[in-house]
């Protein structure tokens, strides 16, 4: 982008020509619902372009420069609505009421025993069988001076997958002229329900179907881990990642030990663990959580946040049997995600800081993604 003039655009998806500032959501298909649902492509200053379906709030596509000024789309998805539908692990969304897992689907709060979907053997996984990723959300565009982006609204009701309350949750996406992509939660509640909102995209940052992920190298201000049982129920345990795989204090690259033979390794088959942060959850605060580079690009993610935990998952589930994209294969590992977030299965972990929002107060949680380049 070499002109001085432009600034923000808000584009119709396949078509430059929508006026800058209007907002001309593209049609995306309809659910087998028969609900409607459009894509939103944000573009900033860069050309950092964003595409975000009002259907889960999924990031379809996000394109991004390697060191030479390359765009390339950076996350993994699908070309239709009804690939999503027909089952997707969750690539690009949002997720709620509750991201990660509940054990066995059950949890004790104020004196009363409630009973949520079960969607993941014995648990509850990432909201239940049709959480926030499968919802359509109220979308509505905005521009900045110095950023764009898109308000998703969307009310569940009370007793929605065994949740008690009627929750409503706001999810604000921010592209900033920093290169900063933003997510802003907000959630109020009329009766005492758990809360753990977040966002589930899988990154490739050599570029979607380029390969697997293994020589991306991680950094995780991270001295301690939640440990889990076999079906990825945290143990209760807070582990120091010292002298284990599982220590990322040091930009590592995520293949240098993910096949040594370690019961977490094991059990994950991968790296499918809440990483405890060591500034996490410290308010107003971003402090850095992590750093991914990817050294073929020369691609680099900040990712900060206002939240204790971080779900690192090294894409240990794909198998090769769905086809992105432009028909791209998603083989073992060809993608991974870092999910800023309460610990798993609090609700049940007296010890792990709250998940509970009670009615009169505001849940609010930020998490930024940051895209540059190393040389
Ligand atoms: C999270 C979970 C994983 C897996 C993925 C989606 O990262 O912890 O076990 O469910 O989501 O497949």
Redesign the pocket.
Known sequence: MTSTVRRWSIILAGSAACARGAAHPQPFGTTNRGEAVSAYTLKNAHGIELQVLDYGGIIVSLRVPDRAGRLDDVVLGFDSLADYERGS??FGALIGRYG??IARGRFTLDGRTYTLATN?GLNH??GGVRGFDKMVWAAAPFEHGDSVGLVLNYTSRDGEEGYPGTLRATVTYTLTNANQLIFDYHATTDRATPVNLTQ?SYFNLAGDGKGDILGHVVTLTADRFTPVDST?IPTGEIRSVAGTPFDFRTPTAIGARIDQADDQLRYGRGY?HNFVLNKGGTGGDMPLAARVYEPTSGRVMDISTTEPGL?F?SGN?LDGTLRGKHGVVYRHRYGF?M?TQHFPDSPNKPAFPSTILRPGEEYRSRTIYRFGVQP
Do not use: I, K
Request: hydrophobic content about 25%.
């Open positions: 692990p969750y990660n897992r993941n996984l990432h589930h990825l499918d779900q998952y589930f995600a999910e």
